[in-house]
């Protein structure tokens, strides 16, 4: 098993990305454009020399495949596995808040009422990785 991965929450118009490595934590994440996703991606594993990327099971999964499909770091093939991303979204959210602590009367909000006010697909991808970095033990 890899220490250190890319993992990704796909979507449609966005996607979530995250360099993460198991010991480290997050090395870098962001929410991306998912039309930029291949390229990232291919940056990412040149820049972090990652060679396994955990990919969300969920929406456009199929389609963030066969974009990372034809990727290879120094001459070895990206290896993409699938994970379980089961209210990865909420669990999101709560991290969300957990990094940036609501004021003011917003703080009084239980975390289930609160929404966050920018996309949370990149905590979404950490989120991935720590499940396949546990999965892989």
Do not use: K, P
């Given at each position: 098993m890899n220490n250190t991965v890319i993992a990704i929450d796909p979507g449609r118009d966005k996607c979530g990305l995250a360099v993460v490595d198991k010991q480290d934590g997050v090395l870098w994440k962001r929410v991306i454009a998912a039309a930029t996703l291949a390229a990232c991606v291919e940056e990412l594993a040149?820049?972090?020399a990652v060679t396994t990327a955990?990919?969300?099971d969920?929406?456009?999964?199929?389609?963030v495949l066969r974009a990372l499909k034809p990727i290879a770091v120094n001459g070895t093939q990206l290896v993409v596995r699938?994970?379980?991303e089961h209210r990865s979204s909420d669990e999101a959210r709560g991290r969300y808040w957990l990094d940036h602590p609501p004021r003011g009367v917003m703080r009084l909000f239980p975390v289930t009422m609160r929404t966050p006010p920018v996309p949370v697909d990149d905590y979404v991808a950490v989120i991935l990785a720590e499940r396949y970095f546990r999965r892989e033990n």
């Open positions: 040149r820049t972090y955990v990919v969300g969920r929406t456009a999964h199929r389609e699938l994970v379980d």
